[in-house]
T-cell receptor
Framework: GESVGLHLPTLSVQEGDNSIINCAYSNSASDYFIWYKQESGKGPQFIID?????DKRQGQRVTVLLNKTVKHLSLQIAATQPGDSAVYFCAFFPRGQGYQKVTFGTGTKLQVIP | DSGVTQTPKHLITATGQRVTLRCSPR?????VYWYQQSLDQGLQFLIQ???????AKGNILERFSAQQFPDLHSELNLSSLELGDSALYFC???????????????FGEGSRLTVL
């Protein structure tokens, strides 16, 4: 498969533990945020989103936290599994804008240790 | 499977050459976005087409061009290739017209271009 994330920050987590991946953004006008998962050789896949009028949103085994004060977004993965190994990156949108104006983060590589 | 199809998956060519990357969006989606992902870089928006017409342009070089055909498939043409053009090129189609609200964007598996 493709080598994604050779030089990215890496988070190594034991299988079954919780993972926390962080993302900082600079544009205070951002009002919509998405976390993506990109497995080696694959395209990015939507995980979860959150709007700026929320500070927390939960999905299946994933939680996104938004701290607008410090412009910080985090993704928490509960009970991390080997299939969670991938590069995770955030995306943030200026207010009212779509995918033409989105900024994607460079990502964090999650390695799950069996 | 996102439903977005890209070909070829891999392409190796030499500097100065020209290549064409092809994308078929999800069935029923009118919009196509092209992104470039260089090694360990964030995705960079190149260009968007909607129902055959260019809708938005991002950081696309003049050596690059794209079009969307009546059957909604799209092609990204890269010419006078340079070493720095080596990257993954993704095509994506959204659940909506692209924003606002943005909706979910479905990515293809990408075309990896290597320029030697």
């Amino acid at each position: 498969g493709e080598s994604v994330g050779l030089h990215l920050p890496t988070l190594s987590v034991q299988e079954g533990d919780n993972s926390i991946i962080n993302c900082a953004y600079s544009n205070s006008a951002s009002d919509y945020f998405i976390w993506y998962k990109q497995e080696s050789g694959k395209g990015p896949q939507f995980i979860i989103d959150i709007r700026s009028n929320m500070d927390k949103r939960q999905g299946q085994r994933v939680t996104v936290l938004l701290n607008k004060t410090v412009k910080h977004l985090s993704l928490q993965i509960a009970a991390t599994q080997p299939g969670d190994s991938a590069v995770y990156f955030c995306a943030f949108f200026p207010r009212g804008q779509g995918y033409q104006k989105v900024t994607f983060g460079t990502g964090t590589k999650l390695q799950v240790i069996p | 499977d996102s439903g977005v199809t890209q070909t070829p998956k891999h392409l190796i060519t030499a500097t100065g050459q020209r290549v064409t990357l092809r994308c078929s969006p999800r069935s029923g989606d009118l919009s196509v976005y092209w992104y470039q992902q260089s090694l360990d870089q964030g995705l960079q928006f190149l260009i968007q087409y909607y129902n055959g017409e260019e809708r938005a342009k991002g950081n696309i070089l003049e050596r690059f061009s794209a079009q969307q055909f009546p059957d909604l498939h799209s092609e990204l043409n890269l010419s006078s290739l340079e070493l720095g053009d080596s990257a993954l090129y993704f095509c994506a189609s959204p659940t909506s017209a692209g924003g606002p609200p943005p909706g979910e964007l479905f990515f293809g598996e990408g075309s990896r271009l290597t320029v030697l």
